[in-house]
């Protein structure tokens, strides 16, 4: 993935940064430009849909000058959604893989790819808040606004979260990704506080949809390879997309799992469907046609102003997916991704804090962000 | 200085409000900026050009607003960059400079003057404008032209625009497309949900025949809305004992 980079710029207050140096190593001169402002920073303004593809294939490697630490959007919107107790570091933003309905293209207004350089600093920070809340079960993810493996061979930032979660065993550091970089990390297990967790959608749906994307075989190999290495792994069966074979094909990605996997060797499942901000349609429209399941979906305004498929479709498409899990063993933990509680009473029949194996997930902690 | 032909009339954008009559037109430099539709031995104040800064703010106190579709032909008039510059006017008028509100102002200036005193009249934005460029012009004519012969409210005027932009995008010819009502549109645009809603609409429940209902969407729910009236303390129970055998029923055949 990271050889899909066009061109790698970098900050000249980078440059005797690891990430520069590993750029260096890692890609022909040709392709490194060494800048003292950020490439294309004239653009203040929503980037157009050719804006938005450059800045995929172009990064900055550059130092973060604001908060590292930050608590998952789920539990910031006004309409309380359920979410969990999960909260985000920002390590970069963009990614060099590209699907239809990504919530960047609403969300990222940024012209370049970026990493940031100072992840020391991001470890002191959070090491200052570990240290007061060690006993406290967090999840940490770095997968909000970059995907957290895709460019990981050029960081090598996993290493080094790695390495400092194993002081904080109450703490869950979550990497998100669908691309299979894992290769770089493997011998840094066991670590069952590390959960490696895929998004996972139905073949067909990541022909069509995930592009760029490793295949739905290659991200179940490295899952396979995680367990292995003593990495726990998740999996995030999230978007859902309705599509004309949609139980055919859910029900196949389901099988795969099932069989390839034991309940034990999977953290949790997480469900959920495809859903958007409204603003974002017309980017999706402009990058990829309406020849999109994505662009083509029957979409309503739902709870926290987002576009949603009509509830009894989603409720049903859950309780689909719920059930091969369930059918095939009790022992699977599922939950729902950014649902209102109407959906999860309606599918579970119950809410995230009345379900024993999803308790621990959903009590609310205390704020440290 | 009488209006013509002293003055000359390449800034005419042809502004949706007529200079009144009583009052004097106004020229930057030899162009007139207001007043074009007046008579030519009108009397004229003449501002001589400074810079673009000191044109904009005539501009704007002249007037205070222009709709898109002026903003469109003032930013199109042959001499439109030697007295202003096109940033600092959108911004002047509340809209942020963009390649796409370039390109949203590019197609209305294009569009007849029909629709554009359309978009003008109904205060249409540019973000609701958007879908118009993803076609090609026989198809935005098309487009323009229904929303014109439907004459709507703006809201559903918007609307239409969105959904008949997607669904010729969607592979429909025009001809299908011709003179459909919003909940033709619907139904072609949202063929799944719309035949979820029709079987539910359509399922028979055992309903009190004291209880009003009226199948309903909204936003991403499909349901009931109810209305009864209960006198007495008797009949309320009555009422609440048949919604518990239509949720029964309901709840067998979902
Ligand atoms: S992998 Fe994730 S971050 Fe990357 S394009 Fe897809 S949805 Fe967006």
Not at chain 1, 217 to 225: E, I, M, S, V, Y
Not at chain 1, 231 to 246: E, G, K, M
Not at chain 1, 271 to 276: A, D, K, P, S, V
Request: hydrophobic letters at 35%.
């Amino acid at each position: 993935m990271i050889h899909n980079l066009e061109k790698i710029f970098i900050d000249k207050r980078s440059v005797n940064s690891e990430v520069a140096d590993r750029a260096r190593q890692i890609f022909p001169k040709n392709k490194i430009e060494i800048v003292e402002n950020e490439p294309w920073s004239e653009i203040k303004r929503n980037l157009t849909a050719e804006e938005f593809d450059r800045s995929k294939k172009n990064i900055f490697l550059t130092p973060f000058d604001g908060q590292f630490f930050k608590r998952c959007p789920g539990s910031t919107q006004k309409k309380v959604l359920n979410c969990c107790n999960y909260h985000v570091l920002n390590l970069g933003s963009q990614c060099p893989m590209n699907c239809s309905y990504c919530y960047l293209q609403s969300y990222l207004n940024s012209p370049v790819s970026k990493i940031f350089t100072n992840i020391d600093q991001a470890l002191s920070e959070l090491k200052m808040m570990a240290d007061t809340n060690s006993h406290l079960p967090f999840r940490v993810g770095t997968g909000e606004i970059i995907d957290s493996l895709a460019l990981d061979p050029l960081t090598l930032y996993s290493r080094k979260l790695i390495s400092f979660f194993t002081q904080y065993p109450k703490w869950t550091l979550e990497f998100k990704t669908k691309s299979d970089q894992v290769d770089q990390f493997l011998d840094l297990g066991p670590s069952q506080n590390t959960v490696v967790s895929w998004s996972l959608n139905a073949d067909y749906v990541i022909q069509k949809e995930e592009h760029g994307t490793a295949s739905l075989n290659d991200r179940l190999g490295a899952a396979l390879k995680c367990i292995q290495a003593g990495f726990s792994v998740a999996f995030h069966l999230d978007p859902l997309i309705y599509h004309t074979n949609w139980q055919e094909n859910y029900t196949e990605l389901v099988s795969r799992i099932t069989t390839q996997f034991l309940p034990e060797q999977v953290n949790v499942i997480s469900l959920g469907t495809l859903r958007f901000q409204p603003e974002q349609r017309h980017m999706m429209k402009k990058r990829f046609g309406l020849n999109s399941l994505v662009t083509q979906a029957e979409m309503f305004p739902s709870e926290g102003a987002k576009l949603r498929y009509d509830a009894s479709l989603r409720n049903e498409m859950f309780k689909f997916v719920y059930n091969l899990f369930k059918n095939n063993s009790d022992r699977w933990k599922i939950f729902l991704c950014m649902e209102t509680p109407e959906t999860w009473i309606s599918t579970f029949e119950a809410q995230p804090l009345q379900k024993p194996e999803l308790k621990d997930m959903f009590r609310p902690l205390p704020s440290i962000g | 200085m009488k209006l013509k032909p002293d003055f000359l009339m390449d800034l005419d954008f042809k502004p949706s409000n007529e200079w009144p009559a009583s009052v004097p037109a106004l020229a930057l430099s030899n162009q007139l900026i207001c007043g074009f539709n007046l008579s030519s031995h009108h009397p004229v104040f003449e501002h001589t050009f400074q810079n673009q800064d000191h044109s904009l703010i005539l501009l704007k106190s002249i007037y205070p607003q222009l709709t898109l579709p002026e903003l469109a032909r003032l930013i199109k008039s042959p001499v439109f960059s030697q007295y202003f510059e096109i940033d600092s006017l959108l911004k002047a008028y509340q809209y942020h400079a963009s390649p796409e509100l370039t390109e949203i102002l590019n197609l209305l200036f294009n569009c007849n003057s029909d629709f554009q005193n359309f978009v003008s009249f109904k205060k249409i934005g540019p973000q609701e404008l958007v879908p118009l460029l993803m076609l090609d012009e026989d198809n935005r004519i098309f487009v323009t032209q229904e929303v014109l012969n439907a004459n709507e409210s703006k809201q559903d005027s918007v609307k239409r625009i969105e959904l008949l932009c997607d669904l010729i995008q969607m592979k429909n010819t025009t001809e299908c497309l011709q003179d459909l009502n919003q909940n033709q549109l619907l139904q072609l645009r949202h063929p799944v949900t719309t035949s979820r809603d029709q079987s539910l609409s359509a399922t028979s429940l055992p309903w009190s025949s004291q209880i009003k209902k009226k199948f309903k969407r909204q936003g991403d729910k499909a349901g009931f809305d109810i209305q009864f009236f209960a006198g007495t303390p008797v009949e309320l129970n009555k009422l609440a004992q048949n919604l518990t055998k239509v949720a029964q029923e309901w709840n067998l055949k979902a």
